[in-house]
């Protein structure tokens, strides 16, 4: 009896197998005369060498199925192991605005024009700005295209960062120590990341460092290669935290670097250093810069109203 031997990689064997293994039991009624077995992260299955090469065939389709939708049931298993060698995806309905898939298949692409437009030219480009409002998806939307740049090895490891300035509150009041201060003030990323990503592989993926979120401070005399690095509420740096920042870059690197510059928490007289290198940078070739609207404003629709009725109050200030 002949044997072969699937290993799942970074992919979550619990969520893969099924509830009670109910998944692998699919498996079985399609494979009757082969042996399965499930143990930790891999696949075991015995017979004879035809079936074995089926099954690990279309076993295989079924780990890069779940790797990229991150879901798997049994009309997923039923539509992959009937398809023809020629059906590379068993799901129908896809988009051209289409990022990714994350937790539980949901479908995560950009949803206005200007966030087309961002990914766009985050594809065509190593570094971009991307300028706009509260809630009109320029984190989100990037997180998104570093975890499929990550998730299709284009890049070994994703950073975000922020600058640690504290919108009107002070994080020396909050308990713990430096990473359990910071890490509410990091949230929104990490609840990017958690659409993205299954919560174990996450956790692997920080304890490993294969994910890292931390303070801009926290970048300085690296060489960031080989990554889709993030820099977050880039209106809060300082001139010479921005110039650290986009001197960080190294082979293989993509850099998008949000900001809104209407919401500045810097010190007064203090000159935000994402306006700054607009200003530097606006023509400098191979950069790109995108500049989001409230018309894609993403949230609750009472936002749009907010932000607009704000503006009109700065503007006649």
């Known amino acids: 009896m002949n044997e072969i031997k699937i290993d799942l990689g970074e992919i979550n064997s619990q969520e893969f197998f099924?509830?009670?293994?109910?998944?692998?039991?699919?498996?079985?009624?399609?494979?009757?005369?082969?042996?399965?077995?499930?143990?930790?992260?891999?696949?075991?299955?015995?017979?004879?060498?035809?079936?074995?090469?089926?099954?690990?065939?279309?076993?295989?389709?079924?780990?890069?199925?779940?790797g990229k939708y991150n879901i798997l049931n049994e009309e997923i298993i039923e539509r992959i192991i009937l398809a023809n060698n020629k059906d590379s995806d068993p799901l129908i309905g896809g988009t051209e605005t289409l990022i990714l898939h994350g937790v539980g298949g949901k479908i995560i692409k950009a949803k206005t024009l200007n966030q087309k437009s961002l990914v766009e030219l985050m594809y065509k480009k190593d570094m971009v700005f991307a300028i706009g409002p509260a809630g009109t998806g320029k984190t989100y939307t990037g997180v998104a295209l570093a975890v499929k740049a990550l998730k299709e090895k284009q890049v070994r490891r994703i950073i975000l960062t922020r600058p640690a300035v504290e919108a009107g509150e002070n994080l020396g009041f909050l308990p713990g120590d430096l990473n359990e201060k910071l890490d509410p003030y990091m949230q929104p990323l990490y609840d990017a990341l958690r659409d993205m990503l299954p919560k174990d592989t996450l956790q692997k993926y920080i304890v490993k460092g294969t994910i890292q979120i931390a303070p801009l401070a926290f970048m300085r005399g690296r060489t960031l290669d080989n990554a889709f690095v993030i820099l977050d509420e880039a209106q809060n740096s300082t001139h010479s935290q921005m110039k650290m920042f986009l001197t960080r870059m190294g082979k293989n690197a993509k850099f998008m670097i949000t900001g809104d510059?209407?919401?500045?928490?810097?010190?007064?007289?203090?000159?935000?250093?994402?306006?700054?290198?607009?200003l530097i940078?606006?023509?400098?070739?191979?950069?790109?810069?995108?500049?989001?609207?409230?018309?894609?404003?993403?949230?609750?629709?009472?936002?749009?109203?907010?932000i607009d009725s704000y503006r009109k109050i700065e503007h006649n200030n």
């Open 18 to 66: 099924g509830s009670q293994n109910s998944n692998i039991a699919k498996l079985r009624r399609y494979f009757p005369k082969i042996k399965i077995i499930a143990r930790g992260n891999t696949l075991k299955a015995y017979g004879e060498d035809t079936l074995l090469e089926e099954f690990g065939k279309r076993t295989e389709m079924l780990v890069a199925h779940f």
């Open 261 to 278: 510059p209407g919401q500045i928490d810097l010190p007064r007289r203090t000159i935000s250093g994402l306006k700054e290198a607009l």
């Open 281 to 306: 940078l606006k023509n400098t070739k191979d950069i790109g810069i995108v500049y989001l609207d409230d018309k894609d404003v993403i949230r609750h629709p009472l936002v749009k109203k907010i």
